[in-house]
């Protein structure tokens, strides 16, 4: 089976432009999350979706940043205008997830290779 | 805002050491899971802990859950090449509703060398 799957690997791109990011989570997951990684901050939850709505996105840092999950095999991050601290490594993460339930254990997260965006 | 603190953030040994590393917080962790990052990869999970007091083992690794479920430890008997990466604890706390929302320690960056 094919793991979480990101797009594009690398992206450089100008201050103020716009930045999309692609994640396809591993099918039949239905948790779905979006990390941020930088040396600074280190790995830092964005917003996570379940069942493709989303849940906390009290992490996006700020209006320029908006995710989307119009279905369960896709999702996108999108920055809009970029700037230059906005560079850092965006992981998606996928897991299975109880919607609706009380649970006790963590499921498994399963992260994709990451997205290393450079705004210069 | 649940912090979890690891220990060292840097460790530079020799292949045929031992080390531990450290994660805590002063937050109740209904389980926490430690993961292994490789330069240019996502973090992959090691394993995960649910018991206060609970230890289990992963080959050359122990990892350890504090009784009060506030830390957790790992480690790594005469340690390896292979072993090298970026550490990362994370702790699932308690209640927070139907999705795993976890919350991600600062990372024990590890070199382990000939």
């Known amino acids: 089976d094919a793991g979480v799957i990101q797009s594009p690997r690398h992206e450089v791109t100008e201050m103020g432009q716009e930045v999309t990011l692609r994640c396809k989570p591993i099918s039949g997951h239905n948790s779905l999350f979006w990390y941020r990684q930088t040396m600074m901050r280190g790995l830092e939850l964005l917003i996570y979706?379940?069942?493709?709505?989303?849940?906390?996105d009290s992490g996006m840092p700020e209006d320029r940043f908006s995710a989307k999950m119009p279905n369960a095999s896709f999702s996108t991050l999108k920055i809009q205008p970029s700037e230059p601290r906005d560079s850092a490594v965006y992981f998606c993460a996928s897991s299975h997830g109880l919607a609706g339930t009380l649970r006790t254990v963590s499921y498994e997260q399963y992260f994709g290779p990451g997205t290393r965006l450079t705004v210069t | 805002t649940q912090l979890l603190e690891q220990s060292p953030q840097f460790l530079s040994i020799q292949e045929g050491e031992n080390l531990t590393v450290y994660c805590n917080s002063s937050?109740?962790?209904?389980?926490l899971q430690w993961y292994r990052q490789e330069p240019g990869e996502g973090p992959v999970l090691l394993v995960t802990v649910v018991t206060g007091g609970e230890v289990k083992k992963l080959k050359r690794l122990t990892f350890q859950f504090g009784d009060a479920r506030k830390d957790s430890s790992l480690h790594i008997t005469a340690a390896q090449p292979g072993d090298t990466g970026l550490y990362l604890c994370a702790g699932d706390p308690v209640n927070t509703g139907t999705a795993s929302k976890l919350t991600f320690g600062t990372g024990t960056r590890l070199q382990v060398t000939l």
């Open positions: 937050s109740v962790f209904s389980s």
């Open positions: 979706f379940n069942n493709n709505v989303p849940i906390d």
